[in-house]
């Protein structure tokens, strides 16, 4: 059941607390400031920008069929997304395979063990599992591990593509049957004008009992919604079934770590990509 809460809240630590407001429905969106340092943040912006990205397609269910559309965002790593659209079955598994074997390199890829400092994403695992009681781990789908944090990274000149095609993000059910679904970024590199996320009072997967993911963008114009300024170090955490997008910018980087939170019926946490 999809609670119908509207606001934010911002915390300097992750708490219960702020957990709880989330995940009951009174917030659609919980900021922690300087939740990695600028130091951290310098050391991993620069892996980032020293590996390979591809793009992040989003996928869709239109008529029925699930595709998939690119909305200017890239990404280093493989997210599980990309293996259930509409695909051939040896497309599939080829996906599945590269996404599988992608798992363990992917999770390391931004520790730093040389300082001893974990990676965001090992950081915001840890302290899930610490302050949430019901416990937060890292997802088995297929009885098999998941990712766990790629990088976004998205670049000015694409950036109008994105804000234009607001999206929201749901699991199949035939994946994992969840009680609600959440977002973790952690910002490390953001614009100095614009690239503020942008998210509505209204959820998207309603629409999905129609046959379609796509929303006609006027019935967006009468909803509540909240424009969200983000600076590097920042983690934000929100409800993927609300509608939401990232302003456009114009000049500059938006790079974030993230990851999805599944809620089960018990209450427990579950990460991937």
């Not at 520790?111 to 997802?139: H, K, T, Y």
């Not at 766990?148 to 950036?159: D, H, K, L, P």
């Amino acid at each position: 059941m999809y609670m119908n809460g509207f606001g934010i809240r911002r915390d300097q630590e992750l708490t219960a607390s702020g957990l709880k407001d989330l995940l009951s429905g009174c917030i659609s969106v919980l900021v922690v400031e300087d939740f990695v340092s600028q130091e951290h943040c310098g050391r991993v912006l620069a892996r980032i920008l020293d590996s390979n990205v591809a793009p992040y397609e989003h996928e869709e269910l239109v008529e029925g069929r699930r595709i998939y559309s690119y909305y200017g965002v890239d990404r280093s790593g493989v997210p599980f997304n990309s293996t259930i659209g509409e695909l051939k079955p040896e497309e599939r598994d080829e996906r599945r395979s590269a996404y599988y074997g992608e798992v363990l390199a992917g999770t390391r890829r931004y520790r730093e063990a040389r300082s001893g400092s974990v990676s965001p994403i090992d950081l915001l695992r840890l302290q899930l599992d610490e302050v949430w009681p019901f416990g937060a781990s890292v997802a088995a789908f297929e009885g098999k591990k998941m990712l766990c944090g790629i990088a976004r990274v998205m670049e000015a000149e694409r950036s109008r593509l994105t804000e234009e095609n607001p999206h929201f993000d749901a699991l199949p059910e035939s994946i994992m049957s969840l009680k609600d679904q959440f977002a973790a970024n952690i910002f490390i590199e953001t614009p100095t004008t614009g690239g503020a996320f942008i998210i509505w009072d209204k959820d998207g997967r309603s629409s999905m009992e129609n046959g379609s993911s796509r929303l006609d963008k006027a019935a967006l114009e009468q909803a509540p919604s909240m424009r969200v300024r983000i600076l590097p170090g920042t983690l934000v955490l929100f409800r993927t079934g609300n509608w939401h997008t990232v302003e456009s910018f114009p000049t500059g980087l938006r790079i974030s770590l993230q990851c999805f939170i599944g809620q089960t019926a018990d209450d427990r946490l579950h990460l991937w990509n």
